[in-house]
């Protein structure tokens, strides 16, 4: 079923939106999760968090042309919230690690405290993403938004496990570069 | 903000670039030239390959050509030979009773007429080159002392001397059973002289198909047969030159493109922290290897992180002299036999502990195994070189 009609029957408050979404998407949403998460079953349960959560903002969003990314934020931040809540208990290699990468983008914890709306700041990186090429583009995005390893990268761009971590450091300096140059970061 | 927040804000990245990336990729297509570069090295026979190895001091501004330094001292007395400090792990170049012509272009250029390792003869390709030529016998005289004398011809002529540069060396081998393995001979003889001279050099090799056509189109662009056979090989991609354009540029210029276009990895540049947080001190390309300099020249606090990663037996390794040798396969193998697999072909491995949450590519694994190395089994590498294995650990430190 096309994206558009799923859209429609969320809109008309039909429950067979969820099936068909499920079915659909349902896998790469579980996926998404699992690779934050690093558990099925709580990858399952945000998979169905996810759906509820559809269709709660269905109306009002109408995301008849972006519904996987709709969906996938939806699943990234809930995947997110109890990769947090898990790391309290224990803590979660891939979220510290992809912490400390991102540190490098910011130029200290607390210089910036509050004074960039995280909108803003994904506009201007989405800028930034697409003045970079694109492999480089989609190697940052499977790391940090997909949450992919860095094993799993490359293996899929068929590049050495140095050559990913090279490029991504390269990116995350040009990234901080670009923020700064924008004004967003000191 | 903090670091944490900054992955949030991803979430608000545009739709598309998020669907863009959405399926888990497939193996990249490849340059048709990328899986060569990493064949010529191991000198397996291939129609066309260029390989890359380069090793830099210094970061390289793109925007610097290759002219010669202004008036270079001549030094008319014959230099001496550089030894070179490890001829090591190669095998001698394998006598086939066939002429192999040997092209070395850096703005001089040299081509060689080399039959079972020894010069049959040598020409100027230009000027600059009969100048070199004229001061030296080279002729009878095995490939890699003929190269050596070159090398250190061009490094006292200050052909090496491009102040905040790496010139680049273009070294050719008409294509020959035995021509991948004179070609690496010889980039292991001129990466001796680069090093003990202190020098800063980018070195590309790579084989000529088509000597005969490559020869009449250099004749008709004024250019050196190397030099025209790179051209050819750029000119495969989308450069939006044209034959004439491209043969007047630089090898510097040529080179940028070759990274543009990603038929090479592009290199490190000095003060590039690479995985693991280490400083890159000089280094190469990712696709060949990173050196280190001499543990003396390290400032402390270098030489305290390298303590801290490294055990001392892999510090002697790292900073004693330049070995090449084969990488072992030492997936599957206990931590302590990868280790000593590693040592005993004096390569100093950097162990990276994974909890197999973090990497899932591990069915099959134990703990305390490793289960991937970033550089190949059967490459060549030296024990300057960065190289990490990875070894399984469930449990999180």
Known sequence: MEDAHIVQLYLQRDESAIDATASRYGMRLRNLANSILQDIHMAEECENDTYLAAWNSIPPHEPFTYLFAFLARITRHLALDRCREQSRKKRNVLLVELTREMEQCIPGTGNVEGSVDARMLGVAISKFLREISEERRLVFLRRYWYMDSVAEIAKGFSLSGSAVKTMLFRIRQELKSYLRKEGLIP | ?397
């Open chain 2, 1 to 397: 903000m903090r670091a944490d927040e900054m992955l949030d804000c991803l979430e608000f990245l545009d739709s598309d670039l998020i669907e863009a990336a959405a399926q888990p990729p497939t193996a990249r297509k490849k340059s048709p030239f990328g899986w060569q570069l990493r064949t010529i090295a191991a000198t397996i026979a291939i129609l066309f390959s260029v390989d890359l190895i380069a090793f830099v001091f210094k970061s390289r501004p793109s925007d610097v050509h290759l002219d010669h330094p202004s008036q270079p001292t001549f030094v008319t007395q014959p230099t001496e030979v550089p030894v070179p400090s490890n001829p090591v792990v190669s095998e001698p170049v394998e006598q086939t009773g066939e002429v192999i012509y040997l092209m070395l272009d850096i703005n001089p250029s040299f081509r060689f007429a080399v039959k079972d390792g020894t010069v049959l003869e040598c020409e100027a390709g230009n000027q600059d080159a009969e100048r070199i030529l004229d001061q030296l016998e080279l002729v009878d005289q095995p490939m890699e002392s003929a190269v050596s004398l070159v090398m250190q011809a061009l490094i006292n002529e200050g052909y090496m001397n491009v102040e905040d540069s790496a010139p680049i060396l273009l070294l050719s081998a008409t294509e020959n059973e035995a021509s991948a393995q004179l070609l690496h001979e010889v980039l292991l003889t001129v990466n001796d002289c680069v090093l003990q001279n202190e020098k800063n050099c980018f070195v590309v090799t790579q084989q000529i198909t088509d000597a005969e056509a490559a020869e009449q189109l250099a004749q008709q662009y004024n250019t050196s047969l190397g030099k025209m056979q790179y051209v050819l090989k750029l000119l495969r991609e989308e450069t939006g030159l044209s034959e004439e354009e491209a043969s007047a540029l630089t090898l510097i210029e040529l080179f940028d493109i070759d990274i543009e276009k990603r038929l090479i990895e592009p290199p490190y540049k000095v003060d590039d922290i690479d995985e693991c947080g280490e400083r890159a001190l000089y280094v190469g390309t990712t696709d060949s290897y990173i050196s280190y300099v001499s543990w003396q020249k390290i400032p402390p606090e270098e030489q305290q992180l390298l303590q801290e990663m490294y055990p001392p037996e892999a510090l002697e390794i790292m900073f004693g002299p330049q070995v090449w040798s084969t990488v072992p396969n030492v997936v599957g193998l206990s931590v302590q036999e990868a280790v000593a697999l590693f040592y005993s072909q004096n390569l100093a491995p950097r162990l990276c502990y994974a909890d197999n949450k973090d990497v899932r590519i591990t069915e099959g694994y134990t703990d305390g195994t490793c289960y991937y190395q970033d550089i190949s089994p059967g490459r060549l590498w030296n024990s300057q070189a960065s190289i990490q294995i990875y070894i399984l650990l469930t449990e999180p430190e």
